[in-house]
């Protein structure tokens, strides 16, 4: 997907389980800061990449439909550590 906009829309929709990127502190950016405010509305589970909250300090976004398919994003990434 080429806009990080609608690539979390679609999680927020419910058309895609899930988005995941490495990267600095996302909240604030333009390309993903309505994204991952639609995702929470959407009652999404969002973190950073490591599994904290995402904002100051964080490192990348791991964004899921739900709670199981957020655990085995998590299992997949911290393995690859």
């Keep these: 997907v080429v806009s990080t906009t609608l690539a979390l829309a679609w999680v927020a929709a419910g058309k895609r389980a899930a ?3 490495d990267g600095g502190d996302l909240s604030g ?3 993903f800061a309505a994204g991952i ?3 929470r509305a959407a009652g999404c589970v969002v973190t950073g990449i490591d599994g904290a909250p995402v904002g100051q300090g ?3 976004l791991v964004v899921a439909a739900d709670a199981e398919t957020h655990r085995l994003l998590m299992t997949m990434v911290r393995s690859r550590e």
């Design 19 to 21: 988005y995941v990127t």
């Design 29 to 31: 950016s333009v390309h």
């Design 37 to 39: 405010a639609l995702c």
């Design 58 to 60: 964080g490192q990348g």
